[in-house]
Every structure is written in structure tokens, then in C-alpha cells.
């Protein structure tokens, strides 16, 4: 089997997009004879012709990106955009997704998911699943036996679709999990981000002390 794929994210491959597609990728090659390709969206721009000759060639292309308080970054729709000319070229392409993005609830996705699959249909080829999960910006802080463990299903992940053609809804499911969070949780979640995220951020920029500025006015 051949797999294409597209990393998205602005980052290349130093992002947590490409984290999560190495382990897809080691799944989906632990079968004998596929195949994979990638290429990197952000070094092409903004002609893209890498990628537009990949889509009008490939059998199966995954385009993976994040998302930036819920969109998806303007390269991504930059790149999307060029693919106008060519619909309905490749009918056969089955066109995958892959959207991570940083907050904890998956549901954040479930929008530009929505917008993936229409492009796929509007550009005449065949919706062939959305990979979606929240959580990612955390892959840089959280204990590695959590890291660890959203790293071993997207191996299952790329195994399983490796050897099925499919993506398994099963997976799927695991990897969107939390898909919203309850208020118990939220409880949890926000002192643990203000303390290993933000405030880590502005010790290291020496602002710490400016939290509760606002320098926007007092009634705001």
C-alpha cells in the first residue's frame, strides 16, 4: 500500500504534528511492503507544486496539521486553496486528515473536520476518514507514561490502517477521548496548565509578575 502525506503544521517537522505522524507512520510501515512519502507544506510555499503533482498522483494522501484556537493555521488554508484547479483530476484518491490540536477537548476539531471532509468531496475525491485529537500541546510537559501512551495508539492506529486500508473507529474513539471535558475535570486541568504552561512561559520571559495586568482597562 502507498501512503502520501502532507505535514501542515508551520513547524515542519519539529511540531507536534510530526510527533504524532511518526508513530502512525511506524505503524503503518510495520507491514510489509507499504510505502510512505512525505512532504513538509510550509517549504513549498506559496506555489505548492510538490504537492499539487503528490495529489494528482496519489492513491491515498493524509494531510496532517494543528489547529490554532480552532482554526487551522492560514498555510494549511493557503494550501487548500491551490487545490482548486484540481478537482476532479484524481477521483480515485482516498483523502485522509490528521487534526491535533492543544486543548484538551477533541471537540475543538470536530468544526474544521466538518470542512475537511467537504473539501474532499467538493474536490471530487473519496472522504476517507478524520484523525482527531486534542490535547497535543501538553505532549511537551506531560509524564512520559502519558506521552507514551497517545504515541502507542497512533502506532496501533498506522498498524491497523496499514493492514486494513481503514481507519479503525475503535482507535479513533480511544484518541478522541476526552471529547469534552466535565466540570470536575476542568477543575483539574486549569491549575495544572496555569502552573506547567503559562506561568512557565512567563518565568522564562520575566513577566510573571504582570499576570493580572490589564492593560486594556479595568472594565474589561
Known amino acids: 500500500m502507498r501512503l502520501s502525506i502532507i505535514n501542515g503544521s508551520p513547524r515542519g517537522n519539529s511540531g507536534n504534528t510530526q510527533k504524532l505522524l511518526e508513530h502512525f507512520i511506524?505503524?503503518?510501515?510495520?507491514?510489509?511492503?507499504?510505502?510512505?512519502?512525505v512532504l513538509y507544506s510550509i517549504k513549498d510555499r506559496?506555489?505548492?507544486?510538490?504537492?499539487k503533482e503528490l495529489f494528482?498522483?496519489?492513491?491515498?494522501?493524509?494531510?496532517?496539521?494543528?489547529?490554532?484556537?480552532?482554526?487551522?493555521p492560514g498555510t494549511v488554508k493557503e494550501l487548500f486553496e491551490s487545490f482548486a484547479p484540481l478537482k476532479g483530476k484524481n477521483p480515485g484518491l482516498k483523502l485522509l486528515f490528521m487534526i491535533?490540536?492543544?486543548?484538551?477537548?477533541?471537540h475543538h476539531t470536530r468544526f474544521v473536520a466538518r470542512y475537511c471532509e467537504k473539501l474532499a468531496?467538493?474536490?471530487?475525491?473519496?472522504p476517507a476518514g478524520l484523525i482527531c485529537k486534542g490535547g497535543c500541546e501538553g505532549l511537551?510537559?506531560?509524564?512520559?507514561a502519558l506521552v507514551d501512551k497517545?504515541?502507542?495508539?497512533?502506532?496501533?492506529?498506522?498498524?491497523?490502517?496499514g493492514e486494513t486500508g481503514e481507519l479503525d473507529d475503535r482507535l479513533l474513539a480511544k484518541l478522541a477521548y476526552p471529547e469534552h471535558?466535565?466540570?470536575?475535570?476542568?477543575?483539574?486541568?486549569?491549575?495544572?496548565?496555569?502552573n506547567f504552561l503559562w506561568d512557565d512561559w512567563m518565568k522564562r520571559n520575566n513577566v510573571l509578575q504582570k499576570s493580572f495586568d490589564k492593560p486594556y482597562g479595568a472594565d474589561l
Not at 46 to 51: H, I, K
Open 181 to 194: 471535558l466535565t466540570s470536575e475535570q476542568l477543575q483539574q486541568v486549569i491549575p495544572v496548565v496555569n
Open 140 to 144: 511537551s510537559v506531560q509524564p512520559p
Open 121 to 126: 468531496r467538493r474536490l471530487e475525491c473519496e
Open 150 to 161: 497517545v504515541f502507542q495508539r497512533f502506532y496501533e492506529l498506522g498498524k491497523a490502517y
Open 100 to 106: 491535533q490540536c492543544g486543548f484538551p477537548e477533541t
Open 56 to 72: 494528482l498522483n496519489a492513491e491515498r494522501l493524509l494531510i496532517a496539521f494543528p489547529l490554532y484556537v480552532d482554526a487551522m
Open 46 to 51: 506559496p506555489d505548492f507544486t510538490p504537492e
Open 26 to 37: 511506524s505503524g503503518f510501515l510495520a507491514t510489509e511492503g507499504n510505502t510512505v512519502e
